[in-house]
């Protein structure tokens, strides 16, 4: 009989045994896959969030203006640099844009809001805010219109939960009220009836007009075709003053940016703010956004810029958050080596438990001719297998409730969310597709067995045999 098939037929004399080591294994992979894909797919969502809704990947910008965002930091777009900069094969599109703060008002609420002037066709190159145009909105009118209707059970519950909610798309809308896939052909026109949102955009040959974010017209209570006031301070201090009617209510992902975003065509917010030809920054748009390719780009395209101008990447630009999450990434790190301590325990306990158990087993193998180290050698197939089996089923335990996060987040309600957005995030919890971080996993879980593995093999080694057999 071969060594792993001896080593496979050990394992099952005692089931109760295996099973309690393999449940430990599987109990760590399966917690900290878990856990890491939600940690690691809400990174990536807040960085998506602010890198795909605000800054880009690249930005031109003047030197001093990461130090100071203010106008008189901005500078006059030279069409010979957007040239030889989209001139790169990296780039696929420069959008300039220009960017400053106002005092806004609608009736009696006012609010501070960040301006933004981007030309409205280049805009959908980058930023691409289009997309997330309001298309349904549960306002109580409509939930209680919908509740009239016939609809399954789970998505009339949700209706209450979700009241004032706005969608920007219908993937959204069945993910989050939870309509199955068999349901959507009746359901859908259901929502279209009742809760369709009448919204528009901007077009370059539009002025006077302005699109809002969600979180903004909520607090105004500003609707489409209402007046929109701003006022602020200009290109070196003159004055800026305007009136513009919303034409258009975007959701932004991150609630800090929807609560305050007002979007202008470039050139009202020029004439807006007294800066003719000027931009704060240009986004700029990459086929390949790797941090590796994105720093080849900058350092390529800043032989381009010349004095005056510098190229950020945007993790310059958002150094305080890269902190913040860098700061829980450590926590969570923390969090998961306290649970394989714990499991490294708990694997240690059972080893040195079947030591003990079978240790006049392993006496009379020795005594009657069995050499230690093909002893040390079945014994370290058993654990491996051991801990094959905790890992596989860890690794398949996962992958379901991974792929679910992932299609279906976890989406927050109520005080929790209420503190998700107080801090600037989007009160919602994906999950990470499987990557590098299962294979880290597993090796970690590994390593303990194998230290494991070490101290059994040690022990058969350094064993009496006159004393294992009288044990």
């Given at each position: 009989?071969?060594?792993?098939?001896?080593?496979?037929?050990?394992?099952?004399r005692n089931r109760r045994r295996t099973l309690i080591t393999a449940a430990s294994v599987f109990f760590a992979v399966f917690f900290a896959l878990v856990m890491r894909s939600f940690q690691l797919g809400?990174?990536?969502?807040?960085?998506?969030?602010?890198?795909?809704?605000?800054?880009?990947?690249?930005?031109?910008?003047?030197?001093?203006?990461?130090?100071?965002?203010?106008?008189?930091?901005?500078?006059?777009?030279?069409?010979?640099?957007?040239?030889?900069?989209?001139?790169?094969?990296?780039?696929?599109?420069?959008?300039?844009?220009?960017?400053?703060?106002?005092?806004?008002?609608?009736?009696?609420?006012?609010?501070?809001?960040?301006?933004?002037?981007?030309?409205?066709?280049?805009?959908?190159?980058?930023?691409?805010?289009?997309?997330?145009?309001?298309?349904?909105?549960?306002?109580?009118?409509?939930?209680?219109?919908?509740?009239?209707?016939?609809?399954?059970?789970?998505?009339?519950?949700?209706?209450?939960?979700?009241?004032?909610?706005?969608?920007?798309?219908?993937?959204?809308?069945?993910?989050?009220?939870?309509?199955?896939?068999?349901?959507?052909?009746?359901?859908?026109?259901?929502?279209?009836?009742?809760?369709?949102?009448?919204?528009?955009?901007?077009?370059?040959?539009?002025?006077?007009?302005?699109?809002?974010?969600?979180?903004?017209?909520e607090y105004l209570h500003a609707g489409v075709g209402d007046t929109l006031v701003l006022m602020g301070q200009g290109y070196h201090g003159t004055t800026a003053a305007g009136l513009y009617i919303i034409?258009?209510?975007?959701?932004?992902?991150?609630?800090?940016?929807?609560?305050?975003?007002?979007?202008?065509?470039?050139?009202?917010?020029?004439?807006?703010?007294?800066?003719?030809?000027?931009?704060?920054?240009?986004?700029?748009?990459?086929?390949?956004?790797?941090?590796?390719?994105?720093?080849?780009?900058?350092?390529?395209?800043?032989?381009?810029?010349?004095?005056?101008?510098?190229?950020?990447?945007?993790?310059?630009?958002?150094?305080?958050?890269?902190?913040?999450?860098?700061?829980?990434?450590?926590?969570?790190?923390?969090?998961?080596?306290?649970?394989?301590?714990?499991?490294?325990?708990?694997?240690?306990?059972?080893?040195?438990?079947?030591?003990?158990?079978?240790?006049?087993?392993?006496?009379?193998?020795?005594?009657?001719?069995?050499?230690?180290?093909?002893?040390?050698?079945?014994?370290?197939?058993?654990?491996?297998?051991?801990?094959?089996?905790?890992v596989a089923a860890g690794v398949a335990g996962s992958l379901p409730i991974v792929f679910l996060g992932y299609a279906r987040p976890l989406r927050f309600t109520g005080e929790m969310a209420k503190m998700?957005?107080?801090?600037?995030?989007?009160?919602?919890?994906?999950?990470?597709?499987?990557?590098?971080?299962?294979?880290?996993?597993?090796?970690?879980?590994?390593?303990?067995?194998?230290?494991?593995?070490?101290?059994?093999?040690?022990?058969?080694?350094?064993?009496?045999?006159?004393?294992?057999?009288?044990?």
């Amino acid at each position: 009989m071969k060594d792993y098939q001896l080593a496979w037929r050990n394992l099952w004399r005692n089931r109760r045994r295996t099973l309690i080591t393999a449940a430990s294994v599987f109990f760590a992979v399966f917690f900290a896959l878990v856990m890491r894909s939600f940690q690691l797919g809400t990174y990536e969502k807040m960085y998506r969030d602010v890198i795909e809704s605000y800054t880009g990947y690249l930005q031109l910008q003047h030197t001093d203006y990461i130090d100071e965002s203010s106008l008189d930091n901005g500078f006059v777009i030279d069409p010979e640099i957007i040239s030889r900069i989209e001139g790169d094969p990296n780039v696929t599109a420069v959008i300039p844009k220009l960017e400053s703060f106002a005092l806004a008002a609608s009736g009696s609420r006012t609010q501070g809001v960040m301006v933004i002037g981007m030309d409205p066709e280049d805009e959908m190159k980058g930023l691409n805010i289009i997309n997330r145009l309001v298309r349904y909105r549960l306002t109580p009118k409509a939930v209680e219109a919908l509740k009239a209707e016939s609809l399954p059970g789970r998505t009339a519950k949700l209706l209450d939960v979700f009241v004032n909610e706005s969608f920007t798309d219908e993937a959204s809308l069945i993910s989050i009220l939870g309509i199955g896939r068999t349901d959507t052909s009746d359901v859908l026109p259901l929502f279209r009836k009742h809760a369709a949102f009448e919204n528009g955009y901007l077009t370059s040959a539009d002025s006077g007009y302005a699109v809002i974010g969600n979180g903004l017209s909520e607090y105004l209570h500003a609707g489409v075709g209402d007046t929109l006031v701003l006022m602020g301070q200009g290109y070196h201090g003159t004055t800026a003053a305007g009136l513009y009617i919303i034409k258009g209510i975007v959701r932004m992902p991150q609630p800090e940016i929807d609560n305050r975003f007002v979007y202008l065509t470039l050139d009202d917010a020029r004439y807006l703010y007294a800066a003719p030809g000027m931009a704060t920054s240009a986004i700029i748009s990459v086929r390949d956004t790797e941090d590796d390719d994105l720093v080849m780009t900058r350092n390529r395209l800043g032989q381009i810029t010349g004095d005056g101008l510098a190229i950020r990447t945007w993790k310059e630009m958002n150094a305080l958050l890269l902190n913040q999450m860098e700061a829980d990434n450590k926590s969570g790190a923390i969090m998961i080596g306290i649970l394989y301590l714990v499991i490294a325990f708990g694997v240690f306990g059972t080893v040195l438990m079947m030591m003990a158990e079978r240790r006049r087993e392993f006496g009379m193998l020795v005594s009657i001719g069995m050499q230690k180290g093909k002893l040390a050698k079945v014994i370290s197939m058993e654990m491996f297998l051991v801990g094959f089996l905790g890992v596989a089923a860890g690794v398949a335990g996962s992958l379901p409730i991974v792929f679910l996060g992932y299609a279906r987040p976890l989406r927050f309600t109520g005080e929790m969310a209420k503190m998700y957005e107080d801090y600037g995030f989007d009160p919602v919890m994906p999950m990470l597709l499987p990557d590098t971080y299962y294979l880290w996993q597993v090796v970690i879980v590994l390593l303990i067995l194998l230290i494991a593995i070490t101290f059994s093999v040690r022990k058969i080694f350094k064993m009496n045999v006159i004393n294992a057999v009288r044990a």
